[in-house]
């Protein structure tokens, strides 16, 4: 029976099975032979000395960041949820770097959209210093988890020597990992300022490739001007767009009285509205430079670069009467119809009067907070809504944000009643230096993790309130980052009596079951919220449970995963497994149970060869 570790995947060795599968003459006795290798790829090869290359000091540690498993957990937390037992909305409470790690397996290749407004490295927003050795342990010291003091989250000062660095070496791991998570018709969306666009653009086009990307929108966040006059009033913000290959299609935006308001039908035209469009070709097209002849004889000549179709197809378009002559027939007229107008391109300039400025969003934020705004910078709904569209969310897709701040995202999902959020950020302590900062210690809420789980609850109950026969999913999921339930084992020759004891069940003392069974969906790349059944045993028969029992075995997804982290595993309980296997009928059935639960190997053997007898092979233990 194999047993669980506390890791999450193992990134690298994913990598190196997958090029094992692609090239594997480049290998020998299980390690990569790099001449073999570059034998295999040949020309694609650049081994120059000098060749063009974005780098920074750091850069290799922080890809080693991403590729190093985590060593913690998700801890569900139902008691700050909503509708904990039906909702597909996720809020985790913890630094996005180890989050990440942790969703690689569950959500690899399931989120359509990633939308996220990262710090912009003005000098005031904190820059996350990672730790290689233990993140999980830094990540709690710093969150004040350890002692109850915390550290400040740091500052990253223009005065100081890593200022670009520090900042790039936080972004480059985070963006690694999120790219995993994306669909393949999937995109990413980054809000940023001027200092870093240029540096982000760099690193996206090294994880995205720089064929990918999609567009470079100016979003204008603000109107009224500054109060200076000795430099420019700046009044925009860059969002940078990536998809995760060509399966993305850029969806149009649907079209406004605006868009339709030069269509009319002067003719009677019986295809509806029209307005003129040009004939002209744009590119030069030899094949495409003939006279064009009109119903009474007249010759036009041909346009510099061509017509736009040819012959044959003018002559087609001219019998339907969907190019036509002016009364002296010196100009042609192409018809466009508003009938075959599906929606309108999106534009590379976003006007805040479209889709909302911030001083928007912290209007909203004050609207559910009783006019009181507990954050600053808060980004306004109808800009990620926009971008939602121009993703194609639908109505079951995930959208991403994994530097969620006051939760404009999750708020913006939830508004639009399309798709669902998993939203993620570090219990940041809030600065009451700020007016913003105090109105959230006033309202009991320390962090901004505690803002935006708020915002979300306060938003559901909005919309609630405003939409009383909605059905749809108004909820959320809490869960905070934790280290892993699982104890590491570690070689100590003054370990008492005791201590060996409590080794004998590899399982943390203060962990619930509940906190085990989501480290397990994990483990096994399982959706955090897929349905989970319990199940009790009744006269040799597993039965849905109905009060609490010690023999309590939990189905996830409808049999995928059986666990069983009972105290006293019985065989009576094994034999109810191996019958759920026949009552549910899951493709695959797998099964994990609590090491320490089994008496003796002997209990562990037979429960092994029983599940093997019905069909199920791949059994584990914690």
Known sequence: MEKMDGKSMDIVAENVAKLKEVFPEAFTEGKVDFEALKEVLGTFVDDRDERYSFTWNGKSKARMIAQTPSTGTLRPCKEESVDWDTTQNIFIEGDNLEVLKL???????????????????????FVYKDDF?????????????????????????????????????????????????????????????????????????????????????IWQ???????????????????????????????????????????????????????????????????LIYDIVTPSGKVISPPENGWRWSKETVQEKISTGEILFSDDETRIIRKIYLANQTGRAPETI?????????????????????????????????????????????????VLDFFAGSCSAAHAVLD??????????????????????????????????????ERIRRAIAKLKEENPEYDGDLGFKVFKLDST????????FDMTERTLEDFISNIKTDRREEDVLYEVLLKYGLDLTLPIDEWIMDNGKLIMKDEHHSQLVYSIGMGALIICLSDAISLEVVEGIAKLKNELNPEIMRVVFKDSGFKDDVVKTNAVQILKQAGIVDVRSL
Request: overall charge neutral.
């Open 103 to 125: 969703l690689q397996k569950s959500y690899h290749k399931k989120v359509k959209m990633i939308f996220i407004d990262p710090p912009y490295n003005t000098g005031k927003d």
């Open 133 to 217: 050795r233990d993140n999980i342990k830094n990540y709690k010291q710093i969150t004040g988890q350890i002692d109850g003091e915390g550290r400040n989250l740091s500052n990253n000062p223009e005065t100081s020597g890593r200022y670009h660095t520090d900042w790039l070496n936080m972004m480059y791991p985070r963006l690694k990992l999120a790219r995993n998570l994306l669909k393949d018709d999937g995109a990413i969306f980054i809000v940023i300022d001027d200092v870093e666009v240029s540096n982000l653009k760099k690193i996206c086009d090294e994880i995205f490739g720089e064929e990918n990307i999609i567009a470079h929108v």
């Open 221 to 287: 966040h603000s109107v009224q001007p500054k109060g200076y006059t000795d430099i420019f009033s700046v009044h925009h913000n860059h969002i940078l767009g990536y998809r995760k290959s060509e399966a993305y299609k850029i969806h149009a935006l649907p079209r406004t009285e605006q868009d339709n308001k030069n269509y009319s039908n002067p003719d009677n035209d019986p295809n509806g509205d029209w307005r003129s469009g040009d004939v002209r070709n744009a590119l030069y097209r030899p094949n």
């Open 350 to 398: 976003w006007f805040g009067k479209d889709v909302g400025v911030t001083r928007d969003g912290a209007n909203q934020l004050k609207a559910l907070f009783d006019g009181k705004a507990p954050f600053d910078t808060v980004k306004p709904i109808g800009l990620i809504q926009r971008v939602m569209q121009v993703a194609g969310v639908a109505e079951e897709d995930i």
């Open 416 to 453: 639009s009643k399309t798709g669902h959020f998993v939203a993620v950020q570090i219990p940041e302590r809030v600065d009451d230096s700020l007016p913003t900062g105090k109105i959230a210690k006033e309202l009991n809420l320390p962090h901004i993790a505690e803002v935006g789980k």
């Open 485 to 492: 339930n699982i104890k590491p084992w570690e070689v100590d």
